[in-house]
């Protein structure tokens, strides 16, 4: 049996306010450990909350540190820049999320395991 194949893409280049046509998006999936993926409600009677997506990537050599003036993605690695989530299976993706990035917070599980 195999497995949908996964796709986290970030548009690090054009600004929040542009067109989704002409973002030009960047393949981070080599980097996410975990993606957790959240919309709706849970009970019939709850309020419908906006759907959110969170994911811890691996950020050892600081690619995805704001602060960082020499990481992969600087200086674009700001909040308000769109992310999408898609799986292909069967030779069809689909789009399991989309939205802005609301931060980039940094912790660290270790010593030398940046998150």
Do not use: C, H, K
Request: charged share 20%; hydrophobic share 35%; glycine share 10%.
């Amino acid at each position: 049996m195999s497995m949908p194949t996964l796709l986290v893409e970030v548009g690090f280049i054009n600004p929040p306010t542009q067109d989704l046509a002409g973002t030009s998006w960047e393949d981070i999936t080599a980097y996410v450990r975990s993606i957790s993926i959240r919309r709706g409600r849970q009970f019939e009677l709850d309020r419908i909350e906006a759907g959110t997506a969170n994911l811890v990537l691996n950020n050892g050599d600081r690619r995805f540190d704001p602060t960082s003036t020499s990481g992969g993605y600087a200086p674009y690695v700001l909040p308000g820049r769109r992310l999408r989530i898609s799986a292909t299976w069967a030779a069809t993706t689909y789009r399991l999320w989309s939205g802005f990035i609301e931060g980039w917070p940094q912790s660290w599980i270790g010593q030398t395991d940046a998150v």
